[in-house]
């Protein structure tokens, strides 16, 4: 859809009168004040819908997304859950305009490597993502792909995912793609010497 927001004023056996012709002149003003309006409105939810940052669904889209997400895709869904690793450490180093240039290149890979509509950033460093009907294989091909990429620029994310279907629970689908993206963190700060899985 191009967003437009389209009309037509249509009159039908009404007699030719200056009296008519200026109440249809008033009712094509208000139906055209009415039409802009509707526009500014759905232009100013759509950015209220949006991370300022990244150009992302935000947060209250993604929760307000879930129950129709899972309405529609109950049968068959996978959620990808991603964190960035050292955003923290980059914001205290080398400032925030570096940490935010990380985030929006970790938004511009998770884009590209995942065609879905349902993509969020739900938190500073952390992107939820949702596939319906997706293939397993696929998504570990995919989200190693995205951890390459990223590592190229010094770039380091920690990747879970979760696929199921007839499921039960959104919420604890969810649950086991952060379980899963955190036991990776784990392993990355490990191997990175450092102390803590949530930095």
Known sequence: MSGHICGILAVCNAK?????????????????????????????QEQGDR???????????????????????HASLACVYIDVNGLHEKNNTEGHDTGDRMLCAVASGIQEHFRTEYLYRTGGDE????????????????SEDLISVLAESDYHISVGFQCETDISSISLLIKRAEQKMYAEKKKYYEKHDRRSSRS
């Open 51 to 73: 991370d300022a940052l990244t150009g992302l669904y935000n947060r209250n889209r993604y929760e307000r997304d879930l129950p129709t997400i899972y309405a529609q895709h």
């Open 16 to 44: 030719r009168s200056h009296e008519q012709a200026a109440l249809l002149k008033n009712m094509q003003f208000s139906f055209g004040m009415f039409c802009k309006n509707l526009k500014s409105y759905m232009e100013i």
């Open 127 to 142: 992107f939820i993502l949702f596939l319906p009907d997706a293939d397993e294989a696929d998504i570990e091909a995919q």
